[in-house]
């Protein structure tokens, strides 16, 4: 695995030991990325909020573990904001889409 593989999970100078920490999650990382890719694939642009509200999400994940996910694939190039929407407390949220021309690669 390479430090690409682990961008978001280990700081540029962490030690060894958080690196083999990472490497431990790491497949379950990908796992929930692509049940994010997944989703925004069948319902478009979302925001964090709309994302941790579908069932697969809401009933199985924590909020922290699945906006964790969300940021690593925008760090990663594949997904972008796109807008704001307005959430539930009446405040602007990002709204986030796939890059669609670009994604498709960074899966893998």
């Known amino acids: 695995m390479t430090r690409d593989d682990l961008a978001g999970m280990v700081r540029g100078n962490e030690y060894t030991t958080?690196?083999?920490a990472a490497e431990a999650v790491?497949?379950?990382?990908s796992a929930m990325?692509?049940?994010i890719i997944a989703?925004?694939?069948k319902y478009g642009a979302m925001t964090d909020e709309q994302l941790e509200q579908l069932p697969i999400f809401r009933l199985n994940f924590g909020q922290?573990?699945?906006s964790k996910?969300?940021?690593e694939l925008f760090q990663q190039g594949v997904l972008e904001a796109v807008g704001e929407r307005i959430n539930s407390r009446g405040r602007?949220?990002?709204l986030w889409d796939l890059r669609r021309h670009q994604y498709a690669d960074k899966l893998f």
């Not at 790491?26 to 990382?29: G, K, L």
Request: net charge positive.
């Open 26 to 29: 790491a497949p379950r990382r």
């Open 64 to 66: 922290t573990t699945i």
């Open 69 to 71: 996910s969300r940021t």
């Open 33 to 35: 990325q692509l049940l």
């Open 92 to 94: 602007n949220m990002v």
């Open 18 to 20: 958080s690196t083999e």
């Open 39 to 41: 989703a925004f694939e």
